[in-house]
Structures are given as structure tokens and as C-alpha cells.
């Protein structure tokens, strides 16, 4: 039976940072795991996302990856409206299947909006209504709505309950931890919340100094390409960096260049190589393409940021969303960047992510 709709609920109170981008206190760190509380049985748990999230669309490409879409039901979220500066009411679901493209009502609860969740699972909640948020319909409550988090334990979850075919495959595997926890640091800081510095910077001080470290981590992902021997970000595997680093630079061309002022240069012009792996990991590994959706992207950003975009109108460009063909040798791809000085400095500070080295 669907829940009736909860803006009659008394509403948190306002705090100063937007809840939806805000830091809570109160998340949920489970796994699903045969030794836990959460063990894993098919259709037990239910995800929730949103397609224009970057940092759901980390959960939802390691659900494609190891074939999980039979065991793991999810639905998704309308990429617009968001709600107020606070973000409250927060992220809604179509009133129907067919009112928005590739949305979904709640399959659970038939809940409007994503905060209902939250509030099950916590009527006093005060943190942030995020997606990806991973629910037990058994013990009916939350089991994790960290993206990181999910992303790695996500893909040995079920391991013994069905094939995925997939054995061979580890994003984090032994042999490179070390190289993934240094790059994953700055990666993070710098290229997955450095869009974001840079995009919702108040003062043109902040934005000056928040769009520099974006170039400078995406210079060295460029350069790890070529050094690496790709066709991944550390050669021949693909990791957690791959996943990380697809889920902000899909969306940089088609949003974050016009959208948050990232505009120091382009994938598709000034970085070849990066270029070069996104084509290939979009077009020749099944799970990337598949549950990335331009629409959502786009009309999340440029219509439920009303500070920035006040007229929510959705440029169509740039055309088309990702460039075709790759090349497999990428020693013969060109090695590119954003050679402005500032950037090259801050560049030098990064560390990590040459396997070779």
C-alpha cells in the first residue's frame, strides 16, 4: 500500500550547510555479509538511487559489474525537483511509472519522497536525504547509505549465493591498495568533491582557488593513463579508480565545464587520453554505458540548482554526450592537460598512482 505523503511532518530544522550536501553524523555503515546481521538472500535488500548521482552511480555500476540487477532490486529517484536551500522535502518519485523517463515510483513503500525512508528507518533524522541508500525489507530498516563504502563490499556481497561470473575480477585488489587508498584520497578531495567546491563557491576568492585542484588531479589522471600502459587508470585491472574517476568525468563535459565554471579545459579537447578511456570504458565494458543517463544528468543539475541556474534551462550540448571510437594501444594517443601554471604546481603535490614507478 502506498505512504501517504509526510510534508505534514514536522520539518528539520534548517542548519547552515544544505543537508543534501552536508557531512551527517548519522549514516548507516552495514554490509551485506553471510557473518552479519545483513546476510545475503536474494530480494532482501532494496537500493535506492538516483541516475544523475555520481556518487550512486559508483553502487550502481558495481551492481551491473558483477550481475547483481536479479538479487538487488532498486528504484530511482526523479532527477528534479530537490526541494529548498535545506534540502527538504528532498528527492521525489514519479506519481507514476511513465511520468519521468527511467524514474520509478518506490518500489517498497510507494513513498513521494526518498526522506520517508529515512524517517523509517529514524523518525528523528536530521541528516541528509541521500542517494545511494541500501534498504532490509527483513528487519526494515537501513543498512548503508555510504557510496564508498558500498562500492567495495557490494561486489564480494553475494559471493557464494549466485554466480556472477565475476571471480576473477577484484576492483581492490591486494597487490594495489596501497595505490588505490593514495590516489582515492586527493581523487576524492580534488576531482570527485572538487567539482562541486568549485561549482557552489559563494566568492569568486573560492571558486579561484577550488577550480585550480580539479585540472591538477585531472593532469595526473591523464598522466597515469599513458604511464600505466592502460587501458585502465593502473594498467591492465580495473579498480575502484576507474569507477571513481568515470562516475565525476562523464558528466564533466555535458555539465560540470558550463554548469560549475570547471572550464579550464574540456575531456574531449585538452585530455586525450582520459578522453580516450572514457570512450572505451563507455562502449566496451558492460555496466558503464548502461547505467549512465544523460537526461538525468543533465536535468538534475541545471534545474534543481536555482542559485546557479535560475531559469533551469538545459543546454543540449555538447553533442554527442560522449565522443565515438578508442584506441586500444594508448601509447599512441597523445598525452594532454591543462598547462597553466597554478595547476602544474598544485599538480606536483599529488602523489601515487604510477604502478611502474
Not at 534540502?87 to 526518498?114: C, M, Q
Not at 558528466?251 to 585530455?271: A, C, E, I, M, S
Amino acid at each position: 500500500m502506498a505512504a501517504t505523503s509526510t510534508l505534514d511532518k514536522p520539518r528539520p530544522l534548517p542548519t547552515t550547510v544544505p543537508q543534501h550536501l552536508a557531512r551527517s553524523a548519522e549514516s548507516w555503515h552495514g554490509t551485506i555479509a553471510p557473518d552479519g546481521p545483513f546476510t545475503p538472500q536474494k530480494d532482501r535488500y532494496h537500493l535506492y538511487i538516483g541516475l544523475f548521482c555520481p556518487f550512486a552511480h559508483r553502487a550502481n555500476i558495481v551492481r551491473h559489474l558483477f550481475k547483481l540487477q536479479d538479487v538487488l532490486p532498486l528504484s530511482v529517484v526523479r532527477p528534479y525537483p530537490k526541494g529548498d536551500d535545506s534540502g527538504w522535502p528532498g528527492w521525489r518519485f514519479p506519481k507514476t511509472a511513465d511520468e519521468y523517463p527511467n524514474a520509478t515510483v518506490d518500489h517498497i513503500f510507494g513513498s513521494e519522497y526518498l526522506h520517508e525512508i529515512y524517517f523509517k528507518a529514524d523518525p528523528k533524522y536530521k541528516g541528509r536525504y541521500s542517494v545511494p541508500a541500501l534498504w532490509d525489507k527483513k528487519t526494515n530498516t537501513m543498512v548503508n547509505n555510504e557510496s564508498a563504502e558500498m562500492m567495495r563490499w557490494l561486489q564480494k556481497a553475494y559471493d557464494g549465493v549466485i554466480d556472477t561470473g565475476r571471480e576473477a575480477m577484484a576492483l581492490y585488489p591486494q597487490h594495489l591498495r596501497g595505490v588505490i587508498d593514495e590516489v582515492s584520497e586527493w581523487m576524492q578531495r580534488d576531482l570527485n568533491g572538487g567539482v562541486y567546491k568549485a561549482g557552489f563557491a559563494e566568492t569568486q576568492e573560492d571558486y579561484d582557488k577550488n577550480v585550480l585542484p580539479v585540472f591538477a588531479a585531472m593532469n595526473r589522471v591523464e598522466k597515469m593513463l599513458f604511464a600505466n600502459g592502460g587501458p585502465f587508470l593502473l594498467g591492465k585491472a580495473l579498480t575502484e579508480l576507474d569507477v571513481r574517476a568515470y562516475c565525476t568525468l562523464v558528466r564533466f563535459d555535458p555539465v560540470y565545464v558550463q554548469h560549475f565554471k570547471v572550464n579550464l579545459g574540456t575531456v574531449r579537447h585538452d585530455y586525450p587520453q582520459i578522453n580516450n578511456w572514457l570512450k572505451m570504458l563507455y562502449e566496451s565494458i558492460p555496466g558503464f554505458k548502461e547505467t549512465t543517463n544523460f537526461k538525468h544528468i543533465k536535468e538534475n543539475y541545471t534545474k534543481s540548482h536555482s542559485g546557479i541556474n535560475p531559469k533551469a534551462i538545459t543546454p543540449m550540448g555538447p553533442y554527442p554526450d560522449v565522443e565515438d571510437g578508442w584506441e586500444a594501444d594508448v601509447q599512441k594517443v597523445k598525452v594532454g592537460g591543462v598547462m597553466m601554471k597554478e595547476v602544474l604546481e598544485l599538480e606536483k603535490k599529488l602523489s601515487g598512482g604510477f604502478v611502474n614507478s
